[in-house]
């Protein structure tokens, strides 16, 4: 092979490589110390299952995010708000008890399109060699006492673009971790969702006002986090709530769960998210604004 012809081929074929290659994105960070049209209509049936599935109301947008366009999807098992714009949830709510952590189908992934959706949304194609996994939000496991229920959660809409030893790792232990406490509580509700977030922009000597992510395929982003809110009740009606985000990457070892706490609300300040709206100010304050426990494992 003559140089020239060399040089071509090395062109094609890393033109090829780069096709499913993530892409590097940048946007204006919403949450940040520098300084310089939600959903659709709900059908009365969708709003009262929302109402069994969120704690405390369903997330709101907080005044001044824009979210773009969002689409709301309610199941039995599950109900999500899609970001048209990201092609992954803003959150998803699911409702947990006892008794269904006990009964269980065999896995069998059925990953697909979400045909609820509209707008855009993720396609198989988009994940195909990007190098990460289709990450669930309302875990398969947690919904594995209903055949039906636990296909539902292999829709794409339920999913984001995870680092594989994330996903496997301390994501699959956080979900167990959850699934624990919901078989010592009465009932348990669990908010998970993604963040776009860069810790620079905490502190005004290292913020620029932008945050840096990855797309794959046609534009699902690649979040930087990930997070869980747990909200569990006793059978004498007490409530608690704990929160944990994750850095969508191996974390350092060794760690604990207890390392991924945070407040709900340090969870809503930087996703533009108002969870358990419903809340009374008393209530939210004790909590939201503090960070909840975990029983040592």
């Keep these: 092979m003559n140089q020239r012809l060399a040089v071509v081929a090395t062109c094609v074929l890393l033109a090829s490589c780069a096709t499913h290659a993530p892409t590097r994105r940048m946007e204006r960070a919403q949450h940040t110390a520098f300084q310089a049209l939600q959903g659709g209509e709900l059908t009365a049936e969708e709003i009262d299952k929302v109402a069994e599935l969120c704690p405390f109301g369903m997330p709101q947008h907080a005044p001044g995010w824009d979210h773009g366009f969002t689409e709301f999807v309610v199941r039995d098992g599950y109900a999500l708000e899609h970001s048209g714009q990201y092609r992954i949830p803003l959150w998803v709510c699911e409702r947990l008890v006892p008794e269904h952590l006990t009964s269980r189908y065999p896995r069998k992934d ?22 990460y ?13 209903s055949k039906r229920l636990l296909d539902e959660t292999f829709y794409l809409s339920n999913m984001s673009p995870q680092l594989g030893g994330f996903n496997s790792g301390v994501w699959s232990q956080v979900e167990k971790r959850v699934r624990t406490m919901a078989a010592d509580s009465a009932v348990t509700w669990v908010i998970t969702g993604a963040l776009l977030y860069d810790p620079e922009e905490e502190q005004a000597a290292t913020a620029d006002g932008w945050v840096e992510y990855f797309t794959i395929g046609a534009g699902v982003a690649v979040p930087t986090h990930l997070f869980k809110i747990v909200v569990s009740e006793q059978d004498n009606g007490a409530v608690e709530t704990v929160a944990f985000v994750i850095a969508n990457a191996k974390p350092p070892s060794p760690y604990s769960h207890a390392d991924f706490i945070k407040p709900v609300r340090w969870i809503e300040e930087r996703s533009g998210l108002d969870f358990m709206p419903e809340l009374e100010p008393a209530q939210s304050q004790r909590l939201e604004a503090r960070a909840g426990q975990i029983d040592s494992p």
């Design 133 to 145: 996994a289709r990450g669930h939000h309302a875990p398969a496991e947690d919904h594995a006492w």
């Design 110 to 131: 059925n990953f697909r399109a979400d045909p609820e959706l509209s707008g855009p949304h993720a396609e198989l194609a988009d994940y195909k060699g990007s190098g």
